[in-house]
C-alpha cells in the first residue's frame, strides 16, 4: 500500500514509520512514499529528505479557506496515488469533506488513551488530571477531533515525579512502537473500518 504522512513538526513518529517498513524482517505491506507539511521549517522534511523520500510543503497560509487547502490536500494524495493517509504530529483541522473522503483509509495518532483527554496537550490533561495511567492511541479519523474506531492503544504509567516532560517522553517512546502496528494492520488489511464505523479484525 501507498502511505503518505502529513507533519507539521519533528516527525518523530514519521521516522518509526519509515524505519518499521523498511525493516526487511518485518515484510511490511506499506510503503512510505510522500511526507506532507504545512510548515517549511518542520525536522520532519529533513527526516523525509535523509530517507529519500518524495516530500511537499503545502503552507495553509497560500490558500484562503480550510475547504481550498484540503482540495489542494486531496489533490496531491491522489496525484500520488496514495491509499493509507496517516496523521503524524498534523496540526490541522482537516474538513468534513476530506475526511468522508479518505474514511476508512486515514489513521491518527494521539498522545493519550481515547476517549479521554481530547485536543492539545493530552499529556498535561493527563497529569493534571491525577490518574495514573495514560499512553497513546492510533485510531480511524473521523470528523470530530480525536474520535473515531480505535485500532492500537499502548499504556504508559503515571510516576509520581512525573513532569510534562518526563511523561511525554515516555509517550513518544510507546507512540513509535504502536503507531507502526496499527499501519500494519491497516495496509495488511486486518483492521478495517466498516459502513457504521466500528473497527472490523479480519
Ligand atoms: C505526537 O505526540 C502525536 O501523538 C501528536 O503529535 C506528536 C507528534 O510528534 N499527534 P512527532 O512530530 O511525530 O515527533
Redesign the pocket.
Known amino acids: 500500500k501507498r502511505v503518505a504522512v502529513l507533519?507539521s513538526?519533528?516527525?518523530?513518529?514519521?521516522q518509526a514509520l519509515i524505519d518499521s517498513t523498511r525493516d526487511p524482517t518485518k515484510n511490511s505491506a506499506a510503503e512510505i512514499v510522500l511526507v506532507i507539511s504545512n510548515k517549511a521549517t518542520a525536522y520532519?522534511l529533513e527526516r523525509a529528505k535523509q530517507a529519500g523520500i518524495c516530500s511537499l510543503v503545502v503552507d495553509h497560509k497560500n490558500y484562503a479557506s480550510r475547504e481550498e487547502y484540503d482540495r489542494i490536500l486531496h489533490e496531491k494524495l491522489l496525484n500520488a496515488n496514495i491509499d493509507i493517509v496517516c496523521l503524524?504530529?498534523f496540526m490541522r483541522i482537516l474538513s468534513g469533506e476530506f475526511t468522508r473522503n479518505w474514511t476508512g483509509k486515514m489513521i491518527?495518532?494521539?498522545?493519550s488513551l481515547l476517549p479521554l483527554f481530547k485536543g492539545a496537550n493530552a499529556w498535561k490533561q493527563a497529569l493534571n488530571s491525577g490518574v495514573r495511567v495514560t499512553g497513546?492511541t492510533v485510531h480511524f479519523v473521523e470528523e470530530d477531533v480525536d474520535a473515531g474506531g480505535i485500532i492500537v492503544q499502548e499504556t504508559v504509567p503515571i510516576k509520581p515525579d512525573d513532569t510534562e516532560e518526563s511523561l511525554l517522553e515516555r509517550?513518544?517512546t510507546v507512540?513509535h512502537k504502536a503507531y507502526p502496528t496499527a499501519l500494519e494492520l491497516i495496509a495488511a488489511g486486518r483492521a478495517k473500518l466498516s459502513e457504521d464505523k466500528k473497527v472490523i479484525w479480519c
Open positions: 507533519i513538526g519533528s516527525g518523530s513518529n514519521l520532519g503524524a504530529g491518527n495518532i494521539h498522545p497513546c509517550i513518544h507512540e
